[in-house]
């Protein structure tokens, strides 16, 4: 399966003004996100930093500006990780979480608040990070075929150690008492209200790594979308990086789910939208999809806080949104993709 490569749509406003639109549109919905909720702060008091009443800076602080820099660089994060793996094994539904990671994560997470209940929830972070990183390393482990690690080999290595953990998450949903149950079922629906500066602190740094590890990358993945044979003959070492792509994704993905739970759909969704605009050249789509995952989660993030009088968890909103907009995305841009 090989990769079309498809004009942007906008390519005629001249691409600087097209990588200004990429930088100022997720930050004016970043500053937008810090000033709507129940209670609103007027944005000059967010540029000067001076908030008149004290509850003022808490609700700034202390909730609504690691809240949005969580939620941001979660967006960033899955955009530019779906997008290098969707290109690099050349296929369009290829995501994080179909690698065995996601799966790999809730049940690390899940054994965490099985073993010591709530009261110890530190400890699920570093278990979902871990069992997250122990999912994609049994993920290669299945799919290498003949000492090679191929693109079909690889899904379906995910596919079915997903399975395999879905398995085991459900034994323990099924094992521990209700309270525990209601908790885990919590943590893999995908929650943003509980972000402490800790998750930040814990999270933020592994998954820019990994940004930027697959942005220094985005050459060789522009090669390596060209089929194994061209790249070989180009003196790329196929099998080696893919593994160092996969490996990138894998570990920004887990460090960034370890405290924000599975929400589903960006990982998907945000390259094909950011497809969509800027073509499917490597070189565009891998920045453009850090800022259009970042924007397309803080908005479902905003919408989950304030659409309702209670919050609604921010990965059915993403469910809800992602999955008519990928069929219509899918239905505009079939001719991307050919065998």
Request: proline content about 5%; glycine content about 8%; aromatic content about 12%.
């Amino acid at each position: 399966m090989s990769t079309v490569y498809i004009q942007p749509l906008k390519m005629n406003l001249g691409y600087q003004k097209f990588k200004a639109a990429l930088i100022l549109i997720p930050l004016i919905i970043f500053f937008a996100y810090l000033c709507v909720g129940k209670y609103y702060i007027p944005l000059e008091h967010i540029l000067s930093f001076s908030f008149p009443e004290p509850f003022e800076y808490t609700i700034f602080f202390n909730a609504r500006l690691p809240r949005a820099i969580e939620a941001a660089v979660f967006g960033a994060c899955m955009g530019i990780c779906g997008a290098a793996l969707q290109t690099t094994l050349r296929n369009p539904l290829v995501s994080p979480y179909i690698l065995g990671i996601s799966s790999g994560s809730a049940f690390g997470a899940a054994l965490a608040i099985a073993l010591f209940g709530q009261g110890f929830f530190f400890l699920v972070q570093p278990s979902a990070i871990i069992f997250g990183l122990i999912g994609i390393f049994l993920t290669l482990l299945v799919s290498r075929f003949r000492g090679q690690l191929s693109p079909i080999s690889l899904v379906l290595g995910g596919v079915i150690v997903s399975a395999l953990f879905s398995g085991l998450l459900s034994l323990i949903q099924i094992l521990v008492d209700p309270e525990k149950t209601q908790t885990i079922v919590a943590w893999t629906i995908g929650r943003l209200n509980v972000i402490t500066w800790g998750d930040v602190a814990v999270s933020v740094p592994l998954a820019l790594l990994g940004i930027v590890g697959l942005l220094i990358l985005r050459w060789r993945i522009f090669t390596l979308s060209m089929g194994d044979e061209e790249a070989r003959s180009l003196g790329i070492n196929v099998e080696r990086e893919r593994l160092l792509i996969v490996i990138l994704a894998s570990v920004a993905t887990a460090s960034i789910i370890s405290v924000t739970g599975i929400i589903g759909w960006v990982c998907l969704i945000s390259p094909h939208i950011t497809r969509f605009i800027v073509g499917s050249d490597p070189i565009y789509l891998l920045p453009a999809s850090i800022s259009v995952g970042a924007s397309f989660m803080l908005i479902a993030d905003l919408i989950s806080r304030t659409i309702w009088k209670f919050e609604i968890p921010v990965g059915i909103i993403t469910t809800v949104i992602g999955a008519p907009l990928f069929l219509y995305l899918m239905r505009r841009s079939m001719h991307e993709w050919r065998n």
